[in-house]
């Protein structure tokens, strides 16, 4: 099976790594909090302090694993641009000298044309398997059913 890192592994992001772990997978979370790492653990997790606006933290996470699900959606409102455009952008120009396969990124059901210009391009440019997870955060259920079938996807291209 095959190592997900889950970047940002709050509340949906332990429920997505529950169903994948439940499917064989191996997850790693991040967290910026160290405090919560004992949660994530929790859920089954291998749990790394990484923060995603310094990317050097993630990564000794991304080694070893085949996608990265960058679960930014929600981040707050002043980390959001950067999040979706240049740290985005920057860990995709580097994940293509990894042995990462894959991308999912989430919106967080709202608009993100940075982000997913960026993904799109990853795509194209790279021939990476990715797929935009646009499901409502607020619709929990439907939101990790939909996270989980993104995730399959690009391991299964």
Partial sequence: MARVLIVGCGCRGQAL???LSAGGHAVRGTT????RLELIEA???EAVTADPDRLATLMGPIEGTSV???LMGTA???DADPLHGPRLESMLEHI???PVRGLVYETGGVDRPAGIAAARRA???YAMPVEILEADPG???EWTAAALAAVTSVLAA
């Fill in 68 to 70: 990265v699900c960058w």
């Fill in 17 to 19: 790594a529950r169903a």
């Fill in 32 to 35: 910026r909090d160290p405090a």
């Fill in 139 to 141: 619709r929990h259920d």
């Fill in 43 to 45: 859920a089954g997790v």
């Fill in 76 to 78: 707050a409102a002043a």
């Fill in 96 to 98: 293509v000298d990894t």
């Fill in 123 to 125: 795509a194209a440019t």
